[in-house]
C-alpha cells in the first residue's frame, strides 16, 4: 500500500474515503434558506455594474429578485436566456473578477452578493425539474457546421437550433463538453455535471452530435464549407506549450492538461501522482493541476511562476484556495533545467526579475512530478491569425466568407468558460442575421 | 443613568415600558418573567365573563416580513383570555402582592350592560390591581358579538360604558380605543365624556396578510377558510404616532393622558410617541418576535439618550414635539433645500437615479463611469432619493441660505416665512395687510 510518503509516481497514497473528501463540490448548491438571505441583499441597481461586468450580460438584479420571490426557475430563465451553460458558469465562472468584483456590495461593505451560487441555485433548481425552457423556431431548412463541442461550439448551436437551423456538432473527442468535460477543477463541477448539461442542453433538438471527427484529420474546413450553410469553429487550444529547456522530454515531465483530463475521466484511486510535484506556469490550469494534485495525496506540491505574484493570471481566490489546501507558490523563477537519469529527479530555476532578467542566481527543487502549464497554442491553419489565435471582426467573422469563429481559438476576450458561451452564442446570432439576408 | 420613572394617572412604575394586554400578559408565568426582565409595568390579557371564550386550534398569526426575514407586521385572530375569571383574578391578585412598584392595569371586555361591568369591576378591584382598561378596540371575533370594536366604533356607547366603568370604581379607568375608525379625536372625546382618565391607543388594525395561493385562503388559513385579523407591528407605527398626535393637538381633547401603543420595537420608538404626548408606552409585538429581554435595550437607550439630551425626568420628553406638528397649510414654502450626494460614502448603486429619473424629477445626473450627482436646477428636494439610498447618511438635504439663487426657479431665498394661506396661487389666500 502507497502512501503519501511513498516516493516516485504511485497511485493510492490516500483511502478512497480522504479522496471522496477532497474531491467533494468546492461551493455545495445553495438551501432554500441561505439563497433566500443571500437574494435579500441585492439592492437591484440601476443598470448594475454586475450585469455589465458579466461576459453574457445576464440581467443579474432581475434573477436574484425572482428568486427572493419565490420564483427560482423564472431565475434560471433568465440566466439561461442569455447564457444556455449558465448552470457551468455558475460553478466555474471567477466571479470574483467579474460580477462580484461589481456588486456595490463589495464596494460598500466588502461582500458582494454571492451571485454565482445564487445562479447555481436558480439553474439547479430549474435543471432538476427536467425543464428545458426553450423551444425550437420553424424550421429553416439551413444547416451549420460546428465545431468543438466546448462551451463555445455548444452556446452556438443551441442558439441556431433554436432559431431553426439544423446543426451538426463536430468534435475530435468521444464526448462532448471540451474543457468542461475534460479541464475544470474535478470539485468544480461534480457528480458528471458536465454532461448531464450538455444532455439538458439538447433537448432543444435539432442538434446531431458527431463524435471522433478531427478538423485537418477527418474532415477539411474546405468540405465543410461546401456540404453546409455557414461553419462555426470553437475548437479551443488543443496544443501545449513546451518549456523549451533541457531535461523537458525526461520520465515524469507531463502536461498539466493531461494529467487533469486523466482526473475528469478516471478513477482517483486508479490515478498516480508523485511524491514531491512541481506544477510550472501562474494561470487556472496551473493552480488547478497543483491543487489536484495535492488533494490526490502529494506530499509536496510546488507551484512555481516566472513573474511576481501580481502578474500571475489565476485570481486571488484561485492563489488563495491552493495556498489554502498546501500549495507551494513560489514567484520570480524560471525553470533553465530538469535534472535526472532517465526520470525527473530535481528541476532547477533561475531568479528573474519581472522583466525575466536573471539576477544570476538558481535554485533546484526536488521533483518526481513536473508538470508543464505554461499555455495551450491552436493547432490550427488555414484562416488568417491574430497572433496565435483566429483572427475576427464583429461577432466572429474570419477571414473566410461563411466561416466564423469563437471561444479560446479566437482572438480578443478571455480564455474563460463565460467567454466562450458569448462568443458562441453572437456569432450564431450573427449567421442567423447573415444566412437570413442571403 | 437618568432616572426613567413614571408616573401614569398616579400609578408609579420604574419605567414608561408597559407590556400590552396581549399573550405575553397572559397569566402568570409570563408576567412574573417580564417583571424580572425589567418591565415597569403590564396591561393583563383582557378579561371576559365565564364560560371563557374559545380560540381556533389552528393558526393565529400572519405575518408581512422585510430583508432577513425580519417581522416588519404581525396579524392575529386571537380573541381574549381564554382561562377562567377566577384563575385570572388569583394570578393577578399574587403578581401584584409579589411587585408592588410595577404597574397592574387588569384589560376588561364584557357586553355592552351595566351588571357585567359592575360585576367585573368589583372583582378586579379586590386583587390591588392599579387600574382598568376597557377594551373598545379587539377588530375580530369579539366584535361580531357586539364587544372591542363594535363598542370602539360607536362614540355614543363609548361614552356610555366609560361612564358605568367610572360609576363602579375607584380604579383609574384607561379607554383603549380602535384605528378602525375615520377620525380618531371623536371616539377620544366620546371617552373624556365618559369620564376616562386616560385614553390608549391604537389596538389593531383590520387586515389580511397574505393569500395561500394553492388554497385561495386568507392566512392564516384554517381548514380552507381565513377571516381578517388585526395587524400590529413595526408596521402600524406610523398609523399610531399620527393618531396620538391628532389627540395631543385637539384643543378640546389637550391634557387628555394617552398611553401609547403601535409598532414600539426600540427605546426610539417609544421616545418619538412620548414627543408626540404619550405619557408612557405598550409594548406587544415586539416582545412576541424577540423575548421581553427587549426592555433592557429600551432602558438603557432611553436612559443615555436622556443624559445627552440633559433631561431628568421622563415628563420632559412628554409633548415636546407637539408643538412642531403642524398643518400642511402652515409649512413654510420659503424654505428651500437640494439633495446632495457624498461621493466618498456613494456605491454607485444608482437607486437614486432610477427612482428621480423614471417617478420624479429627473435630478439626478448619471456619467459613464457611474458618477451620480444632483441637479440643482431641476430637484425639487422631494427627499425620494434620500429614502431609497441603501447608505445611511449619503444623500443629505441641504438647505439653501436667504439670499441665495435657487437656481430651479430662478428666485431668491427668502429670509421670511410664508405659507399657503398667503400664498397667490391660492384662490382662498388672505391678502396680507
Ligand atoms: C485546466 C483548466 C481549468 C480551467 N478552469 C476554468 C475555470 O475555472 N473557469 C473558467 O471560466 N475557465 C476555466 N478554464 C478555461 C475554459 O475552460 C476555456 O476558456 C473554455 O473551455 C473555452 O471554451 P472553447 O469552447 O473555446 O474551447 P474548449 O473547451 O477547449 O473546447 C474545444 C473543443 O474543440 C475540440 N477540438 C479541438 N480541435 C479540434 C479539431 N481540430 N477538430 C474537432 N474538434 C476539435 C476539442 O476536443 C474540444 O471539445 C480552464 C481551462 C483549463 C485548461
Ligand atoms: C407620493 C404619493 C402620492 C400619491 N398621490 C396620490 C393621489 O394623488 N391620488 C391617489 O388616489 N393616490 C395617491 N397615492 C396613493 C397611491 O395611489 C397608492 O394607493 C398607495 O401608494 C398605496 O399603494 P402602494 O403602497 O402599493 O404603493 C399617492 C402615493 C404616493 C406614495
Ligand atoms: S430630492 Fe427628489 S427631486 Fe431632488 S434629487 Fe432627490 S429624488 Fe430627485
Not at chain 1, 447564457?83 to 473578477?97: D, F
Not at chain 1, 425543464?131 to 431548412?141: E, K
Not at chain 1, 499555455?375 to 475576427?392: C, H, P, T, W
Not at chain 2, 424577540?290 to 433592557?296: A, E, L, R, S, T
Amino acid at each position: 500500500m502507497a502512501d503519501q510518503l511513498s516516493a516516485g509516481i504511485v497511485a493510492g497514497r490516500l483511502s478512497p474515503e480522504e479522496l471522496e473528501a477532497n474531491f467533494a463540490d468546492l461551493h455545495p448548491r445553495l438551501s432554500d434558506h441561505e439563497a433566500l438571505v443571500a437574494s435579500d441583499r441585492c439592492y437591484f441597481c440601476h443598470d448594475a455594474p454586475c450585469i455589465t461586468a458579466c461576459p453574457t450580460d445576464i440581467d443579474i438584479p432581475l434573477f436574484i429578485r425572482q428568486i427572493a420571490t419565490g420564483t427560482p426557475e423564472a431565475a434560471a430563465k433568465t440566466i439561461l436566456s442569455q447564457n444556455i451553460l449558465g448552470g457551468m458558469c455558475a460553478r466555474v465562472c471567477p466571479t470574483e473578477t467579474l460580477c462580484e468584483e461589481a456588486c456595490v456590495r463589495e464596494a460598500a461593505e466588502g461582500k458582494p452578493v454571492k451571485i454565482g451560487q445564487l445562479q447555481r441555485y436558480a439553474t439547479d433548481t430549474l435543471m432538476a425539474a427536467g425543464i428545458h425552457p426553450f423551444s425550437r423556431a420553424a424550421p429553416t431548412g439551413r444547416r451549420i457546421a460546428v465545431v468543438g463541442a466546448g462551451p463555445a461550439g455548444l452556446a452556438c448551436a443551441h442558439r441556431l437550433a433554436m432559431k431553426g437551423h439544423d446543426v451538426d456538432i463536430l468534435d475530435a473527442r468521444e464526448k462532448p463538453g471540451g474543457l468542461n468535460e475534460f479541464g475544470i477543477a474535478a470539485y468544480k463541477t461534480v457528480d458528471g455535471f458536465a454532461q448531464a448539461e450538455v444532455d439538458w442542453l439538447m433537448q432543444i433538438g435539432g442538434i446531431t452530435w458527431k463524435p471522433g471527427q478531427m478538423l485537418g484529420r477527418d474532415v477539411t474546413l474546405e468540405a465543410l464549407k461546401g456540404a453546409y450553410d455557414a461553419v462555426f469553429l470553437g475548437l479551443g487550444l488543443a496544443g501545449v506549450n513546451a518549456l523549451g529547456v533541457e531535461g523537458d522530454d525526461r520520465k515524469g515531465v507531463l502536461d498539466a492538461v493531461d494529467f487533469i483530463a486523466d482526473l475528469r475521466q478516471g478513477d482517483l484511486s486508479g490515478l498516480s501522482v508523485g511524491r514531491d510535484v512541481v506544477v510550472i506556469g501562474g494561470g487556472m490550469t496551473a493552480v488547478d493541476a497543483a491543487v489536484q494534485a495535492k488533494l490526490l495525496g502529494a506530499l509536496n506540491v510546488t507551484l512555481v511562476y516566472r513573474r511576481s505574484r501580481a502578474r500571475m493570471n489565476a485570481s486571488v481566490f484561485e492563489q488563495d484556495l491552493a495556498a489554502s489546501k498546501g500549495v507551494r507558490i513560489i514567484c520570480n523563477a524560471q525553470p533553465v533545467a530538469v535534472h535526472g537519469n532517465g526520470a525527473v529527479r530535481e528541476i532547477e530555476f533561475a531568479y528573474v526579475d519581472d522583466d525575466l532578467k536573471e539576477t544570476g542566481e538558481t535554485v533546484r527543487l526536488a521533483a518526481d512530478q513536473v508538470f508543464r502549464a505554461i499555455g495551450q497554442s491552436l493547432e490550427f491553419d488555414g484562416l488568417a491569425m491574430d497572433g496565435r489565435k483566429i483572427a475576427v471582426t464583429g461577432a466572429g467573422r474570419t477571414s473566410m466568407d461563411g466561416v466564423w469563429a469563437g471561444g479560446d481559438c479566437a482572438a480578443g476576450g478571455d480564455d474563460l468558460t463565460v467567454t466562450a458561451v458569448a462568443e458562441g452564442r453572437d456569432a450564431a446570432e450573427d449567421i442567423h442575421a447573415t444566412l437570413g439576408a442571403g | 443613568m437618568a432616572d426613567l420613572t413614571s408616573d401614569f394617572l398616579g400609578i408609579k412604575s420604574p419605567n414608561p415600558f408597559w407590556l400590552a394586554s396581549a399573550p405575553p400578559t397572559d397569566k402568570e408565568y409570563n408576567v412574573r418573567r417580564a417583571f424580572e426582565a425589567g418591565w415597569g409595568g403590564v396591561v393583563w390579557k383582557t378579561l371576559g365573563l365565564d364560560p371563557h371564550i374559545v380560540n381556533v386550534n389552528g393558526p393565529r398569526y400572519g405575518a408581512i416580513w422585510g430583508a432577513d426575514r425580519r417581522l416588519l407586521g404581525l396579524n392575529n385572530i386571537e380573541l381574549i383570555t381564554d382561562r377562567p375569571l377566577e384563575v385570572n383574578l388569583q394570578e393577578i391578585k399574587m403578581v401584584k402582592r409579589d411587585y408592588p412598584d410595577r404597574a397592574m392595569v387588569v384589560s376588561l371586555m364584557v357586553p355592552c350592560e351595566e351588571a357585567p361591568w359592575r360585576f367585573i369591576l368589583e372583582k378586579v378591584e379586590d386583587t390591588g390591581a392599579d387600574a382598568v382598561e376597557l377594551n373598545f378596540g379587539c377588530p375580530h371575533g369579539m366584535s361580531e358579538r357586539g364587544m372591542g370594536s363594535a363598542v370602539g366604533q360607536v362614540p355614543e356607547y363609548i361614552e356610555m360604558v366609560t361612564r358605568w366603568a367610572k360609576a363602579n370604581t375607584r380604579m383609574p379607568v384607561i379607554v383603549k380605543l380602535t384605528p378602525n375608525i375615520t377620525d380618531i379625536r371623536k371616539p377620544a372625546a366620546a371617552a373624556k365624556a365618559g369620564g376616562a382618565d386616560a385614553v390608549s391607543l391604537i389596538n389593531t388594525i383590520n387586515s389580511i396578510t397574505s393569500v395561500n395561493l394553492d388554497l385561495f385562503a386568507p392566512e392564516p388559513t384554517i381548514d380552507g377558510k381565513g377571516a381578517h385579523g388585526g395587524y400590529c407591528g413595526p408596521a402600524v407605527k406610523p398609523i399610531a404616532l399620527n393618531m396620538v398626535a391628532e389627540i395631543a393637538r385637539d384643543a378640546d381633547l389637550v391634557g387628555l393622558p394617552v398611553s401609547g401603543i403601535g409598532g414600539i420595537t426600540t427605546w426610539r420608538d417609544a421616545a418619538e410617541f412620548m414627543a408626540l404626548g404619550a405619557g408612557n408606552v405598550q409594548v406587544c409585538t415586539a416582545a412576541m418576535t424577540y423575548g421581553f429581554k427587549i426592555v433592557q435595550e429600551m432602558i438603557s437607550g432611553l436612559s443615555e439618550y436622556m443624559d445627552e439630551k440633559g433631561f431628568s425626568s421622563v415628563n420632559e420628553i412628554v409633548g415636546r414635539a407637539v408643538p412642531n406638528c403642524s398643518d400642511w397649510q402652515h409649512l413654510n414654502l420659503n424654505y428651500v433645500a437640494k439633495a446632495k450626494i457624498d461621493q466618498e460614502l456613494c456605491i454607485k448603486c444608482g437607486r437614486c437615479y432610477a427612482a428621480c429619473e423614471d417617478t420624479s424629477h429627473q435630478a439626478i445626473a448619471m456619467s459613464d463611469d457611474r458618477v451620480f450627482s444632483v441637479k440643482d436646477d431641476e430637484c425639487v428636494a422631494c427627499n425620494l432619493c434620500v429614502n431609497v439610498c441603501p447608505v445611511e447618511d449619503c444623500i443629505t438635504m441641504e438647505a439653501m441660505t436667504p439670499g441665495q439663487t435657487d437656481p430651479r426657479t430662478g428666485r431668491v431665498v427668502e429670509p421670511d416665512y410664508a405659507n399657503w394661506t398667503t400664498h397667490p396661487n391660492n384662490p382662498a389666500a388672505e391678502a396680507a395687510e
